[in-house]
């Protein structure tokens, strides 16, 4: 099992671009989680799906939308991007009735300049 | 979801337990006690949880104290290996949501 696998895992895009981060998991977890975590910071949570079809704004939703394709599926997309948006992004998933232990990624590092 | 509070940064000596606290007072009855470290750079990972009995893994302890307001989590030999920053996270098993604090960066010196 690969786990919880991210594509790209680096991108450098210029403002006003767009770009979408792609995120699957092999594991037949229900929840997905995408998070950013700028330098020297705690991860921070930008959206959130309990399951297919479902999807809930996290603590830093504005400038993202994403979409919960199927199960394994998690995307997370830039629309026009913004230097502020500089930072790793973590995708995660967690387990059916253990929704606590998430499995995460080894990140996107996404430089927008 | 309940807060954590945790202190930014400890030290250990390689070879002693590392404690790190975690006070988290609003925790409320379905809330569990779930604690993540982050290797430089790398993704999270998971180490252990716990709803109100001490738990061990392979990897740490965690005590939770009786009223549950605050839990500690063990690493009885720390190597340097260890060095990492640790997050302490409430999550209730209700819709809720994984939401990362700022963590406690432990230093594990030679």
């Known amino acids: 099992n690969a786990g919880v696998t991210q594509t790209p895992k680096f991108q450098v895009l210029k403002t006003?671009?767009?770009m979408t981060l792609q995120c699957a998991q092999d594991m037949n977890h229900n929840s997905m989680y995408w998070y950013r975590q700028d330098p020297g910071m705690g991860l921070r949570l930008i959206y959130y799906?309990?399951?297919e079809g479902t999807t809930d704004?996290?603590?830093?939703p504005n400038g993202y939308n994403v979409?919960?394709?199927?199960k394994r599926e998690f995307s997370l997309r830039l629309e026009s991007a913004a230097p502020s948006q500089t930072s790793v992004y973590f995708c995660a998933s967690s387990e059916p009735g253990l929704a606590g232990?998430?499995?995460?990624g080894a990140g996107t590092r996404l430089?927008?300049? | 979801d309940a807060k954590t509070t945790q202190p930014p940064s400890m030290d250990c000596a390689e070879g002693r337990a590392a404690n790190l606290p975690c006070n988290h007072s609003t925790i409320s009855g379905n809330e569990y006690v779930y604690w993540y470290r982050q290797i430089h750079s790398q993704g999270p990972q998971y180490i252990i949880h716990g709803l109100k009995n001490n738990e061990t893994n392979e990897m740490a302890s965690l005590i939770i104290t009786e009223d549950r307001k605050s839990s500690t989590l063990i690493l009885p030999h720390a190597t340097l290996r260890d060095t990492a920053v640790y997050y302490c996270i409430v999550?209730?098993?209700?819709g809720g949501k994984l939401i990362f604090g700022q963590g406690t960066e432990l230093s594990v010196k030679p």
């Open chain 1, 67 to 70: 979409s919960r394709l199927n």
């Open chain 1, 101 to 104: 232990k998430g499995y995460f």
């Open chain 1, 57 to 60: 704004k996290g603590e830093v």
């Open chain 1, 49 to 51: 799906s309990a399951s």
């Open chain 2, 91 to 94: 999550w209730n098993n209700q």
């Open chain 1, 16 to 18: 006003g671009q767009s």
């Open chain 1, 111 to 113: 430089s927008v300049l």
